[in-house]
Structures are given as structure tokens and as C-alpha cells.
């Protein structure tokens, strides 16, 4: 199988010490690209290294997490990142969006970053990476303010409702990142992902977080996209080598990766 993970932190501390055999498992595992969604300016340096370390294996992407967006400095943070979009060869802008989940009081500091992002994205001619936890209707808004029309990207780790899905999917240019949360047994993602056209979903695996059962709770890394993989083959009725051939042309249509 030639599977794309389309957003893993595997520039993160949990992999300092054993990224190499990381990269050798995924490869194993038939994952032929890792896309890397960059999290603040700290992050930006160890996210390059790894694309140089690792060239052709992972593709960079350049954005500030919502999360990042506290402590009053936010707005010299996105100047710091604007540069470096500009500076390097990306593929996304990503991750960026907004997080409801712990702390609401930054909502509309991140509704404002997040829709400066999705400028540049429109500027550059980017696909972006979405961030939208407890955040969904949220995160619609900003698009369609911006101009959803121009925009292309992904929702990433959706775990939603049967609602949400329909809202998310009005947006005709944007598809969903499925994750080890649809393996969750009280997710209720598996019966949620019936309803969704098979061309409008991407794999990720958001390494290290949300591993997929029987690792849920360990560290997660990209070799565990076959367990997403035969998880999605039940739910739509398909063999993996084929779910995988189309979430792979997805990703390779959505962020331009090539054959």
C-alpha cells in the first residue's frame, strides 16, 4: 500500500531520541509521504531539520496552532511565521484554526489569527490545515468570511457529529482528516463516516497523539495508519489496498504532492 499521513508532529520531543526507526517502520508500513503541520515559531526549526534530515519523506507546512495564540505576543508570531511561508518551500498552511476546548477566552484572538492565516492561504495559493476543536461553526464562519470559494484544505482530526459532517461538506473544497478516533469504540465516528463520499476523506495519525486501539494511549507514529485503513475498509465495504489508493489521491490532490 503507498499510504500519505497528512498531519503528524513527528518533529516533537517524543521523537528526539528514535525518529529513524520511526521513519523505517512507517515505511514498512507502506507510508510513502508524513506531512509535518508546524505548531509556533519554537517549532519551526526542528520541523526543518526533519525535512532535510528525511528529503522526500516529509513535507512542511507553516502556520500558528490557535493554541499558540496567547500571551499577547501573537501578533509578532504570525509576522515571524508569515516570513518564514516565505521564505521556504511549503506545501500548507497549517496548523492553524481554533480550539474552544480548554480556554474560550482567546476566542476572538484566534478567530483573528486564524483568518489572517487563511488570507496567506489565498495569497499563496495553499491548501490549510484546521485545527476546530468545539470550534466548528466557528471555524466555518471565519472560511466563508475569507472567502470559501478561494480556500481548499482539511479538517483535521474529525471526530464530529453526523451534523457537522453536512456543515463541513457544504464547503465543496474542503475534506476531512480520519484519525485513530474512528477506531475508538464510543466515538460513533465509524456510523458518522457512512454518510461521507469516500473522495472527501485523508488519513492522518496526528503523531504522537490519538493512537488508534490496541495502542490507544501510547505513543502514536505513522506505521499505525493501517489500523485507520481497515477500520474505514469495513466501514465502507471495501478492500484496504483500495481505501488506500483513494485517501492517498485525496492527499496527493488536495496539497499538489505529485504522483
Known amino acids: 500500500m503507498n499510504l500519505i499521513d497528512t498531519h503528524a508532529h513527528l518533529f516533537a520531543e517524543e521523537f528526539k531520541d528514535d525518529l529513524r526507526e520511526v521513519v523505517s517502520r512507517a515505511k514498512k508500513a507502506g507510508v ?10 519554537v517549532s519551526v526549526l526542528r520541523l ?5 534530515d528525511y528529503p522526500g519523506f516529509f513535507y512542511p507546512m507553516m502556520g500558528l ?4 495564540v496567547g500571551g ?12 518564514e511561508l516565505n521564505a521556504g518551500d511549503y506545501i500548507a498552511v497549517g496548523e492553524i484554526g481554533i480550539d474552544l476546548y480548554w480556554d474560550t477566552s482567546l476566542r476572538e484572538a484566534q ?11 489565498i495569497e499563496k495559493d495553499l491548501p490549510v490545515s484546521i485545527h476546530f476543536r468545539n470550534a466548528t461553526e466557528e471555524v466555518i464562519q471565519s472560511i466563508r468570511r475569507v472567502g470559501a470559494q478561494s480556500l481548499r484544505g482539511v479538517f483535521h482530526s474529525f471526530g464530529g457529529t453526523k451534523a457537522e459532517l453536512e456543515a463541513i461538506l457544504e464547503l465543496d473544497n474542503f475534506l476531512i482528516g480520519i484519525n485513530g478516533v474512528v477506531t475508538f469504540k464510543n466515538s460513533g465516528l465509524s456510523e458518522t463516516l457512512k ?9 492522518e495519525t496526528d503523531s504522537p497523539y490519538l493512537a488508534p486501539a490496541p495502542y490507544r494511549g ?3 507514529e505513522p506505521a499505525r495508519l493501517i489500523h485507520i485503513i481497515a477500520q474505514l475498509a469495513g466501514i465502507w465495504n471495501k478492500d484496504e489496498e483500495t481505501v ?3 485517501t492517498s489521491r485525496n492527499a496527493r490532490e488536495l496539497f499538489k504532492l505529485g504522483s
Request: glycine share 4%; net charge positive; aromatic share 8%.
Open 32 to 41: 510513502e509521504k508524513a506531512l509535518l503541520p508546524n505548531i509556533d515559531e
Open 48 to 52: 526543518k531539520q526533519c525535512v532535510l
Open 65 to 68: 496552532h490557535p493554541t499558540g
Open 72 to 83: 499577547g505576543d501573537w501578533k509578532r508570531q504570525l509576522d515571524t511565521i508569515y516570513r
Open 111 to 121: 478567530i483573528k489569527a486564524f483568518e489572517e492565516q487563511l488570507k496567506w492561504s
Open 195 to 203: 454518510h461521507c463520499p469516500t473522495n472527501r476523506v485523508v488519513l
Open 218 to 220: 501510547k505513543r502514536n
Open 244 to 246: 488506500a489508493q483513494i
